[in-house]
């Protein structure tokens, strides 16, 4: 539990305080017990000499005997000299010490409650000071000063309640960011995808007006318009999944189902996904590695975003080219790597090459740039990391590796 250092200090101070007090009051008794007890004591010695002096006959033992005798006198003599035994003080020397021990009691009883309320009035002072501080630092805060001086912090109670609210201001500062930067971010996604969808709908419905406005087109052009349509759909429509699979992973509402499956399994799924483009394009795909080997994943997104490396690799290689998948395991990591022999990638464009919508120079014309973000998305979701070499003219490798 934290400390409450001012109230400790405080309690403190007090329990010093009462401390001092009671052992001045007892030295003060003392003192009184010490005055009164002495000056009775002389005047009794002058009564016993004179009574000597008068009766020289009376003994030690006797005026002892009279002195400790606890019977009480029936006869009250002092009365007639205007004493009462019970109220007033027989020796005028204890009446004016106890006036002054009296006026003594007093001063230090006030001063014991003065230093009491001294006390208590300057913890409540810095405990009020500390209230006004925090009440400022909450205004400060509501003007969108959000910074702390750690410096002044103690660990009472009412900086604890400061260092709170700090926390808590920048839990809602980082949310209320957050949510400036998903609206930032979906804007920017709605403003990308009306610009990828432009171009390839705006190419769809010249092709569909010509074929209208022209119903005597021949037979090979109306066809061509016709596979040039559909290869545009196409797109819109990879375009589309991407896009919906991509926001369900800033939504966090993706959820993986891990299990071991075999790594030769999951590349050969993958390279049967992208089998008719790499035959029109004669691309040969050659797998490598340990068939014993195995992978700790969901099976169904990775697959996918192995698809989506390869489709690149394919997009990028030559015709009758050649793509290298090799895999290998060791204690730390699962790693599948994917060589093709094409162009390559330019070296200022290997930086963005995983960001949305991002096309290189040397992409093709049919690329929209979002494979390989969400590629890169679904391999680290499943506790992966993905790294690219290219070389200009002799190829790009992407190295994907699943820690274990």
Request: include cysteine.
């Amino acid at each position: 539990m934290k400390n409450k250092t001012e109230l400790k200090k405080a309690f403190i101070v007090s329990v010093i305080i009462i401390a001092s007090f009671f052992i001045l009051f007892a030295i003060l008794y003392q003192i009184q017990y010490q005055t009164y007890t002495k000056h009775f004591n002389e005047k009794l010695n002058v009564i016993i000499v004179k009574l000597q002096e008068k009766y020289p006959n009376l003994t030690s033992n006797d005026i002892m005997s009279i002195l400790n005798s606890t019977e009480e006198a029936e006869i009250d003599l002092l009365r007639q000299y205007g004493i009462d035994l019970k109220q007033d003080a027989i020796l005028l020397k204890n009446n004016n010490a106890h006036q002054n021990f009296l006026l003594t009691n007093l001063i230090l009883l006030s001063g014991f409650g003065i230093s009491l309320l001294f006390v208590f009035t300057l913890y409540n002072h810095k405990k009020n000071k500390k209230l006004v501080e925090i009440t400022n630092y909450i205004e400060q805060i509501n003007h969108g000063n959000y910074s702390l001086d750690i410096d002044d912090n103690t660990e009472d109670e009412l900086s604890i309640l400061k260092n709170e609210i700090y926390k808590t201001t920048i839990m809602l500062k980082e949310v209320a960011e957050n949510a400036r930067n998903q609206e930032i971010s979906l804007k920017n996604s709605l403003e990308d995808i009306s610009h990828q969808l432009k171009t390839p709908l705006t190419s769809i419905m010249i092709m569909l007006d010509n074929m209208i406005d022209n119903p005597e087109m021949d037979k090979q052009t109306r066809e061509e318009f016709i596979k040039d349509s559909k290869k545009e759909i196409t797109n819109i429509h990879f375009l589309v999944q991407a896009l919906l699979k991509l926001s369900k992973f800033d939504a966090g509402t993706i959820q993986y189902r891990n299990q071991i499956i075999n790594v030769k399994d999951l590349i050969e799924e993958a390279t049967q996904k992208v089998s008719v483009l790499s035959d029109l394009k004669n691309v040969t795909i050659q797998i490598q590695g340990n068939d014993e080997d195995t992978i700790c994943c969901d099976d169904k997104w990775q697959v996918e975003a192995i698809t989506n490396l390869l489709k690149n690799a394919i997009e990028y290689s030559e015709n009758a080219g050649k793509i290298e998948v090799n895999y290998i395991q060791n204690k730390l990591y699962t790693q599948i790597k994917i060589k093709d022999y094409g162009k390559g990638i330019e070296s200022n464009d290997l930086p963005h090459i995983f960001e949305r919508f991002y096309k290189g120079i040397n992409s093709s014309k049919d690329s929209v740039g979002i494979g390989l973000a969400l590629a890169k998305k679904i391999i680290e979701k499943n506790n992966g990391r993905i790294f690219v070499e290219s070389e200009l003219g002799k190829g790009t490798t992407f190295i994907v590796r699943y820690f274990r």
